[in-house]
């Protein structure tokens, strides 16, 4: 392969270690002994991990299939855009990229027409002997782009059989980050171009540990484990999670009842968060009713609302989205942890109890000058559950209100009637959503005259509604 400057600036391969890092994996298939010379390394094995580390790193799959048709297409587009870089060319041989896609396992190479049926970065033609060509302008300047200043690549053995590359960002404004990627290859003799003497095995991304450092005798997903809500229910019957910010304060319980998930909101006056208060359990949403009426809280349900979801996992969500914790002290009681952020706007810390590893609270704000956001969580576990009418009222006794919803279509000028029966608890009042927001009336009878009066707490009842407004 013709070696140019532009080359020599794209690339970093490193070969004087061979002791890998990263990741290793015992079942992964033994690999041929790559070449170590540079020269010929870059010329039989780089363009493949280049082409496969940029399409994955776009991806950021945890495991990828290089044996997707529209995986491999698109790496060729990275592989092809590398070459004609170096080679100051639009076109590569179909013949080459055919022997590529085998290399990644393929035995029939799909038409890039299945992959793009509406609009196609490859171009396909034939010169005048008959040889068949693609062209992959978009991808040639898409290296150029990233390759230039945004993106370096550094590509390595490890020692073991494998080939490792680092992909550093270097956008302005940010810190560099780094993303890791490990290739097994093995030898391959079906391919008809002689450069691919190297078949891909494995290409793995290699999630950097987290910062927390082995001598605290735990890992970051027993930290994620420990804090998922199965665990925290395990030995609690409620969360209580207290967020404060500039416009007040919110407060959320969850709370296992009978194996389920009840959780619920409670806002300050002036929130802008919606409902003063609101909550749902196994397919309700139920929120408190006006003052003076008689059922203290009103119920939606229905398909909207599954019964089978349970409650989001604030705890476990909090340290999964941010996976780059830093260690950062620790009290007689707590450790501590920053999340690393590359935007200098942002600061994310957590505290967690040192024997449970329980999180206790997590402040995170956002200063960009004009926009200043800050909120500070608590997060207390009990031993028993909270005592309020809500708890009380949710596991029953219930009754059944029946919903006939008459539903006129203005296109067709036809009628359909739909009727639905609900479970809710004995003393809420039922509420659809799509009454409460005034897109449907609400009657106690059906002829829809008259307004609607709840029909009091207790005895089954049924209301009838419509889309016609009038």
Not at 138 to 153: C, F, H, K, Q, T
Not at 358 to 378: C, I
Request: aromatic share 14%.
């Amino acid at each position: 392969m013709k070696k140019t400057l532009a080359l020599l600036l794209i690339i970093c391969i490193c070969l004087a270690g061979l002791s890998g890092c990263g990741k290793r994996n015992a079942e992964l298939p033994e690999a041929a002994a790559l070449p170590l010379d540079g020269d010929e390394f870059a010329e039989l094995v780089y363009p493949q991990v280049f082409a496969l580390s940029m399409e994955e790193y776009f991806l950021r799959a945890q495991e990828p299939d290089i044996t997707d048709p529209a995986f491999a297409w698109e790496a060729s587009c990275w592989y092809a855009g590398y070459l004609n870089h170096t080679r100051d060319s639009d076109l590569v041989s179909a013949e080459r990229i055919e022997a590529f896609q085998r290399s990644l396992g393929l035995e029939e190479i799909a038409p890039f027409e299945e992959i793009w049926p509406d609009f196609s970065p490859v171009s396909a033609l034939t010169d005048e002997d008959g040889k068949a060509w693609y062209r992959f302008e978009e991808y040639r300047s898409l290296v150029e782009e990233y390759m230039g200043s945004a993106l370096e690549i550094s590509v390595s053995p490890t020692g073991d059989g494998g080939v490792e590359s680092v992909i550093t960002e270097h956008y302005e404004g940010l810190e560099s980050e780094e993303f890791i990627f490990r290739f097994v290859f093995s030898e391959n003799d079906a391919g008809p171009d002689s450069l691919f003497q190297y078949k891909v095995d494995s290409l793995e991304y290699i999630v950097k540990p987290p910062f927390i450092s082995k001598e605290l005798g735990f890992d970051y997903d027993t930290l994620i484990d420990r804090n998922s809500l199965s665990s925290v229910f395990s030995a609690y019957k409620a969360v209580h999670i207290v967020n404060e910010t500039g416009d007040g304060t919110n407060e959320v319980w969850l709370c296992n009842i009978d194996g389920h998930c009840l959780e619920v909101h409670e806002f300050g006056e002036n929130s802008y968060y919606g409902e003063p208060f609101s909550g749902r359990y196994r397919g309700m949403y139920f929120e408190r009713n006006e003052e003076g009426s008689e059922a203290p809280y009103r119920v939606s349900c229905g398909d909207y609302y599954d019964p089978d979801i349970e409650c989001e996992d604030y705890l476990t969500g909090d340290f999964e989205a941010r996976p780059d914790l830093y260690y950062t002290g620790e009290t007689e009681d707590t450790l501590s942890f920053k999340a690393g952020f590359r935007d200098g706007n942002i600061s994310e810390s957590f505290t967690v109890d040192r024997k449970t590893l329980l999180v206790l609270g997590r402040e995170y704000s956002y200063n960009d000058g004009d926009l200043v956001f800050e909120t500070k969580t608590t997060y207390e576990y009990l031993k028993e559950l909270p005592d309020p009418d809500y708890i009380r009222s949710l596991t029953g006794p219930f009754r059944t209100v029946t919903e006939i919803f008459e539903e006129y279509h203005s296109e067709t000028q036809e009628k359909d009637t739909l009727t639905s029966e609900f479970e809710i608890p004995a003393d809420f009042e039922f509420m659809p959503e799509d009454v409460k927001y005034g897109l449907r009336n609400m009657y106690n009878n059906p002829d829809h005259i008259g307004p609607y009066v709840y029909p009091g707490n207790g005895a089954d009842y049924t209301v009838f509604t419509t889309n016609v407004m009038g």
